[in-house]
């Protein structure tokens, strides 16, 4: 199974139409907002995985035990050694801030990789310029990915914690308009709200990564 840092990586790959043969995974990793989404979803991963636990505004590690995920794992040693100088427990914000030194979107990327979901693509300007990126090569896994988020936005379908952290990053990151065709953008945005009052995994972390980007946002692009 795909982490939800990974499966946000390709559920923001490509376009709404999904007709392209070869989606290109191209969110910019420097961008602040961007950073906060990827290493909010590896606490997701692991809130979801019971190695963590929340309330309204800390995080605590319940199970230091490794999830075999090479993705999600760094974060959890880091996240060890971090509860390690506070106590045990640790302000969520904080923890996001914190998280950023091990890169989660490239943990991601790479993982994606290893399971030959994406692989890089090499093109040439004008025969001469080589120009790299990285193009989702498992396209059947792409599509289930955005089947199930389409069902619960569109189908009535009761959201999953996994689904619902998915959700609540692609609002945070407003990047519905990868996922959903330009006039329905509004419907999934309202349909995400409705959710949010469920008391599912990863809700508290979901709720500081979307204050952190907002907060930064006054500022200039972050996302």
Excluded at 34 to 49: D, H, N, P, Q, Y
Excluded at 78 to 104: M, W
């Amino acid at each position: 199974m795909l982490t939800v840092a990974e499966e946000y990586l390709l559920l923001t790959a490509g376009a709404p139409d999904e007709t392209a043969t070869a989606p290109v995974v191209d969110l910019p990793s420097d961008r602040l907002g961007i950073k906060f989404a990827m290493s909010g979803a590896t606490l997701m991963e692991l809130a979801i995985r019971d190695r963590i636990e929340t309330d309204v505004d800390e995080l605590w590690v319940q199970d230091p035990s490794p999830t075999g995920e090479t993705s999600v794992d760094p974060g959890l040693v880091k996240l060890l050694e971090h509860s390690k100088r506070n106590g045990g427990r640790s302000p969520i914000v904080d923890t996001i801030r914190e998280l950023d030194v091990i890169n989660s979107y490239q943990l991601a990327l790479d993982s994606l990789q290893s399971r030959g979901v994406v692989s890089e693509r090499t093109e040439r300007i004008l025969l001469v310029f080589p120009i790299k990126s990285l193009v989702v090569t498992d396209i059947g896994v792409w599509r289930g990915v955005r089947k199930r988020i389409h069902d619960v936005l569109f189908a009535g379908e009761i959201p999953d914690p996994r689904d619902a952290c998915l959700l609540s990053l692609l609002d945070a990151t407003k990047k519905f308009r990868r996922v959903v065709k330009p006039e329905r953008v509004q419907e999934a945005i309202e349909q995400t709200k409705r959710y949010s009052s469920l008391d599912l995994v990863g809700r508290n972390v979901a709720i500081h990564v979307t204050g952190m980007i907002n907060s930064f946002s006054k500022y200039g692009d972050v996302i």
